[in-house]
Every structure is written in structure tokens, then in C-alpha cells.
């Protein structure tokens, strides 16, 4: 969907991009060498929101280039991530007037420690910016990965796909034949689960999605074997008629009427990885618990929630697991890319409305 102006960011002059899988790119970020820049572009929040972000929650700011101290490399950032959890954020967790946390990826421009030498490719999670000072306690240096599209350590071989493969097999324990509902299946998170629910030997698939076109994709590109539209009628009924035997294991990134849905679908001991809950972010205050929260005890069913980074050792897994399927073009990355530094409040602000489908990411203009 074409990026608007908003009062948050200049005029823009470019926008998103349809959604496409991650190919390998050059990286936008200044040549190796070049001088370092003596100012950086930063987006501070500067008021905490009323329900649903508006661009005024955000101001675009010019800071002094941080000094390169001893032990920190200066970055360049050239891919920005877009998640669902910085909506959560914005209620208490961000400082106002003050840098945001965000998942990034760039170049070293310059280095005062030899762990980070120029040019290295590294994850960090300085981002809303273009440049920051990092430690190298504080990042990863990414492995070059031939066939493999370096953004895909901000999609399905980062937190994204992380969060998908734990939930399926540290906290679901999907077993193979099992059958398995997703809700958001359009989304980051959702899209890695059903392509690594296929791969981990998983029965029938079903998927949630917004639109009708989202539900479409979701079985003719990634292999699910239904999808439904949540606005189209009652989650319940959808979900049962989609998947009228019931289902085994469930990877909710909704909450509120999906969740009370999963659970009716449940069969005995099933399991509900919970990885996200954003039919309520935007909420003024939290809704009702779902209304058949017992039919777990009766059904012998787990409902579990998690935090992907309290996972972080099984990243390896995932790699080892998807770089020959990325490679082989039999999983696919699909990303929805927001073009230029000017627009990362309205990536932001779209994958609230779920205007994404894959992964969101901003692609910062050289």
C-alpha cells in the first residue's frame, strides 16, 4: 500500500512494496572507508497513544553522530524491522523523547574493536535510525549465507521465524500428522509457522487472514490446505468449518475471539502456543477472557504463552533447519518492504492495519 505524508515525515517519495520473498540485494549503506557522517536521523516517541498510534505519537530528529569509543563500532543501518511487539512498547515501555529499541541490521562503518572490523554485516537492536554505536556484546556479526538474502535474519531467520519455530516445537511439540490452526497466518510470525508446520510433518494446515486476498495466498503460495477471513462472520464458525475434526496444536497471535475459537476447536491435550495478542493492543482496556477457558480442563489442553527471547539458543536449530529450503526456493521469506528512512512511522503505522502481509521491513535508501 502506498506510503502517505503524514505530519510524522516529509513529503515521501517513494513506498511500500508489494510483498515478495527475500532475494539477496545489494545493501544500501555507504562504501567501506567513506568518512562517517557527523549527524544521524533518529524517531523519538513524544506522546504516548489514545488506542490506535496516529503519526503525532512520533517526531523525526537530527542527533550528533555518538563518538566511537573504544570496544563499539559505528553502523549504518540498512534493514529496520517492524513489529507487532512495539505497539506493546509504546504504552510504557519506550522512553518518550528518547531512542527506540528495534531489530536492525547494517554495516560497520567504523570500528574501534577487532570483533566488529569494517564492512561486517550485524544484527543489533538500535533501530528507528539511521546509524548507532554498538558494543560487540551487543550485536551479532551475520554470517554471509550464499542464496540467502541478508534481510532474512530481520524475517524468517530472525525473531520472526524464531518465534514461529519455538512456539511449534519447544512449546506446542507438534508432533507430525498433527493438525494445526494459525491466526495472523498472513502475518510474519503466522507465515513462518505454517511453511515450518509443512516442513516439521504437520497434517492439515489452517490459517486466519484479514482479507479475502490474504486467505487466497496463504493456500496457493505457502501451502495451507484452508484459510478463512476473520471479518467475514464469526470466528468459531469459520474456524469449525475449516477445520471440522478439530485441530491439534494452535499458534495464536490474536487473542480475544481467536483464542476462545482455538481453544473450542481444541482436541484432547491439545496445545496453544500463545506468541501474541493483537486484537488488543490498540484496546483502552483489556477484554474479556475468553468464555470457555474450562473446556481446557475437560479437554486435558495447554495454553501456553512465551517470550522468543527466552529461546534464543534454539536460533541455530532454525538456521541449520531453513537455509537449504530458503536456498532451494522451497520456503519462501515473504516481505512487505517500506522504502527510505522517511517512512518508517507509516510501515509502522500500516502493519498496525494490517497492511503488511509477510514481514514488514523498511529498507533504508542510501
Known amino acids: 500500500m502506498p506510503a502517505q505524508p503524514t505530519a510524522a515525515s516529509p513529503t515521501p517519495s517513494t513506498a511500500a512494496s508489494p510483498v515478495r520473498s527475500a532475494t539477496p540485494v545489494p545493501s544500501a549503506t555507504t562504501a567501506v572507508g567513506a568518512p562517517v557522517p ?10 504516548r497513544p489514545r488506542g490506535a498510534p496516529v503519526p503525532e505519537d512520533f517526531a523525526f530528529v537530527t542527533e550528533p553522530m555518538p563518538e566511537l569509543l573504544p570496544g563499539t563500532a559505528l553502523v549504518e543501518n540498512a534493514w529496520l524491522s517492524i513489529d507487532p ?8 515501555e519506550w522512553e518518550l523523547h528518547a531512542p527506540l529499541e528495534g531489530r536492525s541490521l547494517g554495516r560497520v562503518l567504523a570500528s574501534a574493536d577487532p570483533a566488529l572490523p569494517e564492512g561486517a554485516l550485524v ?34 531467520l530472525g525473531g520472526t521465524g524464531l518465534t514461529a519455530y519455538v512456539a511449534l516445537t519447544r512449546v506446542a511439540a507438534l508432533q507430525p500428522g498433527e493438525d494445526v490452526f494459525i491466526s495472523a497466518a498472513a502475518g510474519g510470525v ?27 495466498w496463504l493456500v496457493a503460495e505457502l501451502g495451507f490446505d484452508a484459510a478463512f477471513v476473520h471479518r467475514d462472520g464469526p470466528v468459531d464458525e469459520q474456524l469449525k468449518a475449516a477445520a471440522p475434526d478439530g485441530v491439534d496444536v494452535v499458534v495464536d497471535n490474536v487473542g480475544g475471539d481467536h483464542l476462545e475459537a482455538a481453544i473450542g476447536a481444541l482436541r484432547e491435550r491439545g496445545r496453544i502456543a500463545w506468541a501474541g495478542a493483537v486484537s488488543q493492543y490498540n484496546a483502552s482496556a483489556p477484554p474479556a477472557a475468553p468464555r470457555n477457558l474450562f473446556d481446557l480442563v475437560e479437554k486435558s489442553g ?18 541449520e533447519l531453513l537455509t537449504p529450503h530458503l536456498r532451494q526456493g522451497t520456503v519462501r521469506d515473504p516481505l512487505t518492504v517500506t ?17 503488511n502481509t509477510g514481514k514488514a521491513v523498511v529498507r533504508l535508501a542510501g
Request: charged content about 25%; aromatic content about 6%; hydrophobic content about 45%.
Open 123 to 156: 544484527f543489533h537492536r538500535e533501530g528507528w535510525r539511521t546509524h548507532a554505536r554498538v558494543a560487540a556484546s551487543e550485536v551479532r556479526v551475520l554470517p554471509e549465507l550464499p542464496g540467502v538474502a541478508p534481510e532474512s535474519f530481520l524475517g524468517i
Open 38 to 47: 557527523v549527524q544521524l536521523s533518529a524517531v523519538h516517541q513524544i506522546r
Open 339 to 355: 522504502e527510505g528512512f522517511d517512512h518508517v512511522v507509516d510501515a509502522f503505522l500500516g502493519m498496525l492495519r494490517g497492511a
Open 190 to 216: 503466522g507465515s513462518a509457522a505454517g511453511q515450518l508446520a509443512r516442513l516439521l510433518g504437520a497434517g492439515r494446515i489452517v490459517g486466519s487472514a484479514g482479507t479475502r486476498a490474504k486467505a487466497d
Open 85 to 92: 511487539y512495539m505497539r506493546e512498547n509504546m504504552d510504557a
Open 302 to 319: 495447554r495454553l501456553e504463552g512465551f517470550l522468543v527471547s527466552r529461546h534464543r539458543d534454539a536460533q541455530p536449530e532454525l538456521e
